[in-house]
């Protein structure tokens, strides 16, 4: 049974919502994401150190690969140890024990997943997304997430794709079209965002501008 101070959030106005982190990057492309996919999860494990010392909610989606019996701690487990490309990646962003996870079998993390209910129960307005890629699943996660009226911050070196071009065009389209702010990771302010209430697309919580 975990102990009070390791129990997770049971409710924040704010989540961080990790996609696709653990990853053995072991597909055609992959070799692409390497690098600056290690320059993000640096990024990416300060901001979740960040939100868990702010009791903020830390998520972790992760697609299944198709397999219906996949297990998210036997992913850790062969991401982490064995020999495989996003093997160094996977070991900066291993989960805590607060940390929740879902597995997703498409791009978006809300489909077909928990992700809605257990947002609901959280009572979230905001969603900061994070990890990869920035041009597939970052994508389509925000799409969903507007579509179902989040606030949607992604920090812009926080997210990767196999392109860089293809990157910035998906951080353009999300700012244009999901109304994302695109904040240095540095730069939210998870203290903020728990404060803030349900009104959207406010500024509240980042401390730049974009």
Not at 30 to 48: D, S
Not at 170 to 189: G, K, Q, V
Request: net charge positive; proline share 6%; charged share 25%.
């Amino acid at each position: 049974m975990a102990s009070a101070t390791n129990e997770p959030p049971r409710s924040s106005r704010c989540v961080l919502l990790l996609i696709d982190v653990i990853n053995d990057l072991e597909f055609d492309g992959g070799e692409k994401l390497l690098a600056p996919g290690l320059r993000m999860a640096r990024k990416v494990a300060a901001l979740a150190a960040r939100a868990r010392a702010a009791k903020v909610p830390v998520i972790y989606a992760n697609d299944n690969f198709g397999h219906w019996q996949s297990d998210f701690r036997a992913q850790i487990d062969h991401c982490t140890n064995e020999d495989v490309r996003g093997r160094a990646i996977a070991r900066l962003l291993v989960p805590s024990p607060t940390d929740s996870f879902i597995l997703k079998p498409k791009h978006s993390a809300f489909f077909a997943t928990a992700l809605e209910p257990l947002l609901r129960t959280l009572g979230t307005h905001t969603i900061v997304l994070a990890g990869l890629a920035g041009d597939s699943c970052i994508l389509f996660t925000a799409h969903d997430a507007h579509m179902r009226d989040y606030a949607i911050i992604v920090p812009r070196d926080g997210v990767v794709s196999e392109e860089p071009d293809s990157n910035r065009w998906a951080l353009h389209h999300m700012r244009r079209m999901a109304r994302a702010e695109t904040p240095a990771a540095r730069d939210i302010d998870f203290a903020a965002l728990k404060r803030s209430g349900p009104a959207r697309r406010s500024r509240r919580g980042v401390t730049t501008e974009r």
